[in-house]
């Protein structure tokens, strides 16, 4: 399937990586990069790999969500045969204004 990656879970990808790089270093970004690379080509064979996302249960599509570190989440759905990635997700962030987020 093709991966669609939205505005904002880009942004956020971006903003994450490069706080990682400022506040720990070059190393330790190339591995969130590799492990975000890699969640995103397993994802793409296995797109029904992750769980229904909880917050996100009452939107009109189906959000599921995978986790890239025990600190974010990629959130995303399947539409004609794509998986659009709507939102990386922070998890330590009040569920509630995630919800604007994804919309």
């Not at 399937?1 to 490069?18: D, F, Q």
């Not at 769980?51 to 995303?76: A, F, G, H, T």
Request: hydrophobic share 40%; net charge positive.
């Amino acid at each position: 399937m093709k991966i669609i990656w939205s505005e904002n879970a880009s942004e956020t990808v971006k903003e994450t990586a490069e706080y990682i790089q400022k506040e720990i270093g070059t190393n330790a970004k190339k591995k969130f990069m590799a492990k975000i690379a890699h969640v995103v080509s397993v994802l793409k064979y296995n797109p029904l790999m992750g769980i229904k996302d909880p917050y996100c249960k009452n939107l009109p599509v189906e959000y599921r969500s995978v986790r890239v570190s025990k600190l974010n989440r990629i959130v995303y759905y399947i539409w004609k045969q794509q998986i659009v990635i709507a939102a990386f997700r922070d998890c330590r962030r009040d569920p509630d204004t995630f919800v604007n987020d994804v919309i």
